[in-house]
């Protein structure tokens, strides 16, 4: 069919001549889609504003050939000004916004669960439910397990041995034993375990819980663990604001 709707989050957006837009959207069912926004940059425009980055909206399309026609967008959740408005966020949620368009690379499959740990992570730092930097890592760590790259911050693994260990290797997938540990791997406090296990399970008391160095080392952690399944770093990871 030339026309269908899904539900989106908006991921990116170029300009495209004098009044158009390239936006790229994550969909619930179709996975990552580049479309044309006709005219969304006038200010007669219907629904410019509703395809701006963090914004969720309820989408119709048209298929074209190389890249889809946006025809319509109805709000869903109106993230972008709450987000925009606080530098913290915006950093993290760049962040977060960054790494969704890079793990799922291939455009139309299917990717719900992305979809869904997406919107409700910008959903989350829009509301200021926990701190950014928490909010950020803990979309990272879930993102990542949705991938196929689930760490282990408990058992070991390479082996499986019972943890909990006090070594963390990111080449080895996480927490190892004294027998797996590779040289390099690094000696994390055990609270910094706590923590990274907390944020990818969703334990929020335990994590709001935790020490101001914890987290600083959980972030180093998180985005060595990141950049390097990636095999890239994010453009907009090094201007996060940690707080």
């Known amino acids: 069919m030339s026309l269908y709707r899904d539900e989106a989050i908006v991921l990116r957006t170029q300009k495209l001549g004098e009044a158009d837009r390239i936006v790229t959207l994550l969909t619930r069912s179709n996975g990552k889609v580049r479309a044309v926004a006709k005219g969304v940059r006038r200010t007669s425009s219907r629904f410019g504003a509703r395809l701006e980055p963090f914004m969720v909206v309820d989408a119709q399309l048209h298929r074209g050939r ?37 793990l799922v690379e291939a455009e139309g499959e299917p990717a719900g ?9 910008v959903r989350a730092l829009a509301a200021r439910e926990h701190a950014p930097g928490l909010v950020l890592d803990s ?7 949705v991938a196929g790259w689930a760490p282990s911050f408990t058992d070991c693994a390479r082996c499986g041995a019972d ?22 791997a690094t000696a994390p406090a055990p609270e910094t375990f706590t923590l ?48």
């Open 139 to 145: 979309y990272l760590l879930r993102a990542l397990a």
């Open 113 to 121: 669960p992305q979809f869904r740990l997406l919107v409700g992570a």
């Open 163 to 184: 943890g909990p260990h006090r070594s963390f290797a990111v080449a080895q997938g996480g927490a190892v034993c004294p027998v797996c540990r590779p040289p390099g």
């Open 196 to 243: 990274l296990a907390s944020l990818l399970s969703g334990e929020w008391p335990v994590a709001e819980a935790s020490h101001e160095r914890h987290r600083r080392e959980a972030d180093g952690l998180v985005s060595a663990f990141l950049q390097f399944h990636l095999e890239r770093q994010l453009r907009s990871l090094p201007l996060v604001e940690r707080i």
């Open 66 to 102: 190389s890249l889809d026609i946006v025809t319509q967008a109805e709000t869903v959740g109106a993230y972008g000004r709450a987000i925009c408005e606080d530098y913290t966020l915006y950093t993290a949620g760049a962040a977060m916004l960054e790494t969704a368009e890079r």
